[in-house]
């Protein structure tokens, strides 16, 4: 299951690349987080507050 891991949940296509606040997952590209309808995190369903990117060097 490493492809679930590195791939965004939502569009399966995209590297994950954000955090979702306030849980803390990481589950998705950040492309994908901006336009969450509604902005809930697609695997705890907590309410979405912030989206942090996340850069890898
Ligand atoms: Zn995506
Ligand atoms: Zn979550």
Do not use: K
């Amino acid at each position: 299951r490493y492809q679930d891991l590195d791939s965004c949940a939502i569009c399966l296509s995209r590297p994950r690349d954000c955090v979702l606040l306030n849980c803390g997952h990481v589950c998705a590209c950040s492309e994908c987080a901006i336009v969450l309808q509604p902005p809930q995190c697609p695997i705890c369903r907590d309410r979405i507050a912030r989206i942090v990117p996340l850069y890898h060097a």
